[in-house]
């Protein structure tokens, strides 16, 4: 066979819904040596990403850590550890990645009962009261910022109202952590997922879970087996507790960069970090709007650092961002299920919440809707993203 050429990728500027770019500091993380996954000095660094964690997530919980896995790994660790078969479940949906819980669910052998919204919006507590109080499931799962239609899911009360029929509380924060609030314990949150490679400014690999202590003692009594070996918690969590027993070799590199981008969301701090990505969405939401493109989800509920916004009439859409990615190197996301081929997803997430990343983007766009026959005056969608930060 002809052996390949030296790995020589192009480089882009990462504005899709995942992943984005990691920080430089986290790739130079990334090039440090090897140690064994049970060396003494290995098993600090674990230590000290566990503790980081839990501020970063807002939590006590102990059994806290990254399953050795992307995202979805993190949903099916929190699913497949609380559900048993015949376990009635609600899931709430409003997007894709609700309705990938609903299959996951399943697959345990849940009986799943699936309370909708239109997407783009989000759920008010008396429809979930209600349906607890006619399923009384044993969890109920949900999605805080759906990646799919660029909602935020509020989550203030919704723990405590799980509580009160004695259901668990699953939430995804897969686009939220390390961008926006994430409070587990005053949430009442009883297991949660993320990733690596939004908010945290990491590449893809790893996927933080946390677990309550209401949560770890329906794992830990369960009557059958959890369905996966790997992703049993009651197996794994001794590699990352204080037993630190053989479990499977962990991503050294995958947690080395963890390590650092978790250093860089706490020395920069929770409360500024939350402004950041607020203050450059508000500057991009500007500019789109100049440009005459409106968000799918209602203002009161969008994501800052995950702009869904409705693709013009008369637009091509792949034409537009085959020529983002070609001709200025930047990827922005396509819409998913309802959304396919009707809206464009921009990620401001993590490192990529930059000023000069939304004042690139807005330039770029605006000369890939001029090529498509859309009317815009030159420069104002950047002219009216700098009002905003010159406000």
Sequence with gaps: MNIPGPLNPPTRLLLGPGPSDAHPRVLRAMSTPLLGHLDPQFLEIMTAVQEMLRSVYQTKNQVTFPVSATGMAGME???????EPGD???????????HRMVEVATRAGAQVTVLERPWGEVFDLQPIRETLQRVRPKVLTIVQAETSTGACQPLEGLGA??????TLLVVDAV???????VAVDDWQVDAIYSCSQKGLSCPPGLSPVSFSPRAVEAFTKRKTKVQSWYFDVNLVEH???????YHHTGPITMVFALYEGLRLVLEEGLENRWARHRRNHEALKAGLNALGLTYTANEKYQLPQLNAVRIPAGVDDLAVRKRLLNEFGIE???????FKGKAWRIGLMGHNSRPDVVLLFLGALEQCLMSQGIKVSPGSGVAAANRVYLG
């Excluded at 686009?175 to 609030?181: D, K, S």
């Design 175 to 181: 686009t939220a952590l390390g961008c926006i609030p």
């Design 161 to 166: 109202l799980c509580h009160e029929f004695d």
């Design 239 to 245: 590699y990352w507790d204080s037993d630190r027993f």
């Design 332 to 338: 922005i996301g396509g819409g998913l299920g309802e």
């Design 88 to 98: 009635r479940v609600v899931v709430c949906a409003v997007g894709f990645f609700g």
């Design 77 to 83: 660790t929190c699913l497949v550890n609380l559900i």
